[in-house]
């Protein structure tokens, strides 16, 4: 950490979520120019934004997060055309996606080109991109004309932010300024795809499903199970996204365990996904909803300290891929 960044207290600005105002947009601008970070909010997490042409400034978001250099960041840009420059060439399967999905919740891989800074793919040879739906970042992006290297915007393997406040307490020591547009409509990171190669790869679950994906590029391969050795992508690392609160996910006799502790004498926080249980947080059976509230409500039970987090996994059904991933990462 060098010393222009301890003891900063960021700023913390409200921002229209639909028609976001210049001004303040401007701030973030000014901001980013000068090669400082400004936090953000996308549709599924809040990002820490810094020009991706800029090695000194992307540098920045590995300081403040305490993230090891070969994890590579997203890159975000608010148009296709702005794609072009950045990578080597872009395979029919990625133009399909793209147009599929973009703006939203999918991060494409490409071969990068010249222009993108070695520091922001951790050395390797390809880039990955997205262009977020939220209108803050979509404006953030238009008005400031640079590509935003991105990760979530929290201390490296913590959970994600999808609230300014969240953001705050995370990196409020390190980064100038946090834009805040309220709580993020997904809650969820989004999903990490390799087109770059000969057959389509998921390198990490997220807010777009897989199946949906599937219906335009076909099968998929999935991701190493969690635990396994060999990690296609950095943020495939088992432990990831955590609380500070101990743990568990249990796949079944949830009601056995949870009365075991409670016999022992220890605090337990409880979270289920259709399982009513005394004192425990039913995030229910929709898969967005669950997914919206997921980061909010691991947050909250950090907050109470209690001994251990303990959490039935969803279903091992498409639409509960992503949610069920977090959870054995933050298990791990
Ligand atoms: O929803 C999101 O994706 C959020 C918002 C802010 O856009 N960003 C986010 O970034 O989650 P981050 O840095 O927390 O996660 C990026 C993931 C990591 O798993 C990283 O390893 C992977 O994308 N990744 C980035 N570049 C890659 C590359 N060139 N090849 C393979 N994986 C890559
Ligand atoms: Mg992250």
């Known amino acids: 950490m060098k010393l222009s960044q301890k003891n900063m207290t960021a700023k913390v600005m409200k921002i229209d979520n639909v028609a976001p105002e210049p001004e303040i947009l401007n701030q973030g601008c000014d901001l980013l120019n000068a090669g400082e970070l400004v936090a953000f909010p996308t549709e599924t997490v809040y990002g820490l934004g810094a020009n991706a042409l800029n090695p000194q400034a992307v540098k920045k978001i590995y300081e403040a997060k305490g993230r090891p250099s070969q994890n590579p960041l997203i890159v975000h840009v608010a148009e296709w055309e702005a794609i072009t420059p950045l990578v080597r060439s872009i395979s029919q399967r990625a133009k399909k996606l793209a147009e599929t999905f973009w703006p ?13 800074p070695d520091i922001v793919t951790g050395g390797g040879d390809t880039v990955a991109i997205r262009i977020p739906s939220h209108p803050v970042a979509l404006a953030l992006l238009k008005q400031c004309g ?24 995370s990196l409020g020591d390190r980064i100038p300024l946090i834009l805040d547009g309220g ?23 997220g807010a777009l499903p897989v199946s949906e994906i599937e219906k335009h590029v076909g099968p ?27 743990l568990e996910c249990v796949e079944e006799n ?27 947080v039913n995030l229910g059976t929709q898969a967005q909803e669950a997914g919206r509230k997921l980061y909010e409500v691991l947050h909250e039970l950090d ?16 639409e509960w891929l992503a949610i069920r991933d977090r959870l054995q990462r933050a298990s791990a």
């Open 104 to 116: 939203g919740p999918l991060t494409l891989i490409f071969p990068k080109s010249e222009l993108i």
């Open 146 to 169: 640079l590509p935003l290297a991105a990760p979530s915007a929290n201390r490296s393997n913590a959970l994600s932010p999808t609230t300014a406040q969240h953001v705050l307490e």
């Open 183 to 205: 709580p993020t409509q997904q809650g969820i990171e989004s999903t990490v795809v390799d087109v770059s190669t000969t057959s389509p790869k998921i390198l990490r679950y």
């Open 220 to 246: 998929c391969e999935r991701p190493a199970r969690v635990g396994a050795s060999t990690l296609p992508s950095p943020g495939m690392l088992a432990k990831h996204y955590s609380p500070i609160t101990p």
């Open 254 to 280: 949830l009601m056995e365990l949870v009365a075991d502790y409670a016999q022992q004498g220890l605090r337990i926080g409880v979270v289920t996904f259709g399982t009513e249980v005394p004192n425990g």
């Open 303 to 318: 907050r109470q300290k209690f001994d251990r987090i303990v959490a039935e996994l969803p279903p091992p059904w498409d």
